[in-house]
């Protein structure tokens, strides 16, 4: 059992950075690619930026390319979400989620572990 638990998030104006991070605990994270979704109200989960075990490999939402940098610190047990250029669409709460297998994916289905979510609101 591995659990993640995201913090960062926040209240900011648009044109705002923010780094998200989510810490892993339980079984090692060793090998697990991890990922970052989001969910608006009223919207289903979306893909944001996943990361492989070695972070030789990452994979970003067109929407968010440019502006969004997934990285990892292995001995440290944690993923990041640096999100720069923050605009009001970017406003949902953020996922962060662990998957066995070896290769970064959009679908949501391969990860096997989830966190709470942490709140970001984007104003205008």
């Known amino acids: 059992q591995v659990q993640l638990v995201e913090s960062g998030g926040g209240l900011v104006q648009a044109g705002d950075s923010l780094r998200l991070s989510c810490a892993a605990s339980?079984?090692?994270?060793?090998?697990?690619?991890m990922g970052w979704f989001r969910q608006a109200p009223g919207k289903e989960r979306e893909f944001v930026a996943a990361i492989t075990w070695s972070g030789d490999s990452t994979a970003y939402r067109n929407s968010v390319k440019g502006r969004f940098a997934i990285s990892r610190v292995n001995a440290k047990d944690t993923v990041y979400l640096q999100m720069n250029s923050l605009k009001p669409e970017d406003t949902a709460v953020y996922y962060c989620?662990?998957?066995?297998?070896?290769?970064?994916?959009?679908?949501?289905?391969?990860?096997?572990?989830w966190g709470q979510g942490t709140q970001v609101t984007v104003s205008s």
């Open positions: 989620a662990a998957s066995r297998a070896p290769y970064t994916s959009a679908a949501a289905n391969v990860y096997d572990y």
């Open positions: 339980g079984r090692t994270f060793s090998g697990y690619s």
